[in-house]
């Protein structure tokens, strides 16, 4: 009974998780072959050496395969491959391929979702870009609170910091002033800083 009520906790902020990286990647597959979404399900037979892995969903069975692009997010924070395990949940986002049970996958992420007001981590800050220093890796990320007040971060970034546009991964280089993105990672709120982990910017769809 103990085991069931974890699961349950456990698949909870999974959830979580999903709702907050909705923030980052609205999309849903529709379709085999040019779609890019997420899907949930449990690793199985992972295979290190290849970067691959079985997702099994509660409809069907996918081939995951991975490569050293892929962002890997486990409770918030940044982690290897080796750190995923059979039988962990996860959200798998990437496209699916045009046989409709292989994933090319961008980003996977499983864990706990940190909670909101924690100062060491942050699901996710939608701002603009301004005062872009590629020199220094650094920008400001700047956002409105709900009663509409500027506020400003000081975003920072380093060689490990994974970046991606439109699912894909990119680079800092392709950063622009005044465009709107959405950053994950180690935040300040006090200082208003943000150790990046994941920017993910280009423009997005609506929902």
Known sequence: MRKIIKN?????FLLLIVFFTSILMPFTFAGPGRQKGKIGGVVQN?????????????EKEFTVNYTTETVFIKDGGEVTPEDLKNEDKVWVMGPLGEDGKTIDA???????IPQIGNK???PAIRGTIKNLNLTDSKFDLILKDKEGNEITFNVVYTANTK????????????FKND?????MGKINP???KI?????CFGKLPNR
């Not at 349950?8 to 909870?12: E, T």
């Not at 970046?163 to 392709?174: A, N, V």
């Not at 465009?179 to 950053?183: G, K, S, T």
């Not at 150790?195 to 920017?199: D, H, Q, Y």
Request: aromatic letters at 10%; a negative charge; glycine letters at 2%.
């Open 8 to 12: 349950n906790k456990i698949w909870a």
């Open 46 to 58: 992972i295979d290190y050496s290849n970067k691959m892995f079985n997702l099994k969903s509660e």
């Open 106 to 112: 961008h980003q996977i992420i499983w864990g706990q």
């Open 120 to 122: 060491n981590q942050s």
């Open 163 to 174: 970046f991606i546009r439109d699912l894909k991964p990119s680079k800092p280089e392709e």
């Open 179 to 183: 465009e709107l993105v959405n950053v």
């Open 190 to 192: 006090d200082e208003k």
């Open 195 to 199: 150790e990046a982990i994941l920017v």
